[in-house]
């Protein structure tokens, strides 16, 4: 039994829960956390920085540039683009949030690099660089075999391209909640209430930016409504 699944609707539900998750992390780290700054004599600041742009940097605008292809109705080469410049913008912001956890550790003498999160965290980020590399690249060669009237417009590498695109966007889905279960420990291994309105938001925060993933992640399967369209990837001219 074929499963048909449409783009539009799930789409809607990935933004409608990236709101949720934007929302949720700023009211946690502002409201409950204290605020952000890169500069200050209470480092737990500058650790605030880190959450906020993993989660709003790194993994919503990475989910927006997947999901691109299927929630912009514009012409496929436009969408390229802004496949490509919003993954850029959401590495970007991913290196810097990674940078705020370093710098929150150094300044407070804690150390480096001592957990599966942080393990995982690097992997990721490498593992993406490399992604948004090879995707330019490619699109760049066939740009040139284009040119050169080869007959092979499709790169054999495209479905590669998206299902280690997938295999990456789900680890970073999973390592973020990795990230909030370990911040949360440390706060109530610090006194926090366990059952008190702030674990609760870090949860349902972590709840949240899983089913934004689980949606991120259906777009690429789901079907665009217009006919004479399939929205595949292909190369940027
Ligand atoms: C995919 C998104 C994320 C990536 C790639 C990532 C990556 C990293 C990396 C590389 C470190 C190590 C920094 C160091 O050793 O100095 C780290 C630390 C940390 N991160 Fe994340 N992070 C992500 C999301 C989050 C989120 C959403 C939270 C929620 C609060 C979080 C909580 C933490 C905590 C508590 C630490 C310090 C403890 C540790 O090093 O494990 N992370 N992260």
């Not at 109530?188 to 059952?195: A, D, I, M, P, T």
Request: charged share 15%; hydrophobic share 50%.
């Amino acid at each position: 039994m074929a499963v048909v699944l449409k783009a539009t609707p799930v789409t809607f539900v990935a933004h409608a829960l990236a709101a949720a998750c934007a929302v949720l992390v700023l009211v946690w780290c502002i409201s409950f956390r204290g605020g952000l700054a890169w500069e200050a004599t209470n480092k737990s600041l500058i650790f605030n920085i880190h959450p906020v742009l993993m989660l709003i940097g790194f993994i919503i605008i990475g989910g927006e540039a997947i999901m691109s292809y299927k929630s912009l109705p514009l012409k496929k080469e436009v969408q390229k683009v802004i496949h490509l410049v919003l993954h850029a913008i959401a590495l970007a912001l991913g290196i810097v949030g990674i940078i705020a956890a370093f710098k929150y550790h150094n300044e407070s003498a804690i150390l480096n690099l001592y957990s599966l999160h942080s393990w995982l965290g690097i992997g990721i980020i490498v593992l993406y660089a490399i992604q948004n590399r090879k995707f330019k690249y490619h699109s760049e060669s066939e740009c040139q075999k284009i040119r050169r009237g080869s007959a092979s417009l499709r790169s054999d590498s495209l479905p590669w391209h998206v299902i280690f695109g997938m295999f990456v966007y789900g680890l970073a889905i999973a390592n973020a909640a990795l990230g909030f279960l370990e911040k949360l420990t440390f706060l109530e291994n610090s006194g926090l209430n366990k059952f008190g309105a702030e674990a609760y938001l870090v949860n349902f925060t972590a709840i949240a930016t899983v089913l934004y993933g689980a949606a991120v992640m259906l777009t690429v399967y789901a079907q665009k409504e217009q006919e004479g369209d399939d929205y595949s990837y292909s190369s940027i001219n």
